[in-house]
């Protein structure tokens, strides 16, 4: 079966930084897209970035553009999302999907892992 899990989570101060991983296994990886979707407390899901599936091509939501970096590496059938000068805004759980948006009803999503920005 797909199975997407991330890690790299937990407890930031602003402005700090933090850097996601997402494993991906039951798939051929490098044939798909792949995105990152947050979701606050109390909120809906947010994507947040999509990476192409060979990597050339990356999209962001504004609000993280020029703090986040999202990049993969087929080698490895990971994707990653570098977060910088990381904001109270940016408090959510942060999943790991397949497809340009993962808001589909075909794509995938792993467990999640909470970041928490707070002082």
């Known amino acids: 079966e797909v199975q997407l899990v991330e890690s790299g989570g937990g407890l930031v101060q602003p402005g700090g930084s933090l850097t996601l991983s997402c494993g991906a296994s039951g798939l051929t990886f490098r044939n798909y897209a792949m995105s990152w979707v947050r979701q606050a407390p109390r909120k809906g899901p947010e994507w947040v970035a999509m990476?192409?599936?060979?990597?050339?091509?990356?999209y962001y939501v504004d609000f993280v553009k020029g703090r986040f970096a999202i990049s993969r590496d087929n080698t490895k059938n990971t994707t990653y999302l570098e977060m910088s000068s990381l904001k109270p805004e940016d408090t959510a759980v942060y999943y790991c999907?397949?497809?340009?948006?993962?808001?589909?009803?075909?794509?995938?999503w792993g467990q999640g892992t909470q970041v928490i920005v707070s002082s």
């Open positions: 990476i192409s599936s060979s990597g050339r091509s990356t």
């Open positions: 999907t397949t497809g340009r948006t993962g808001l589909d009803d075909s794509d995938y």
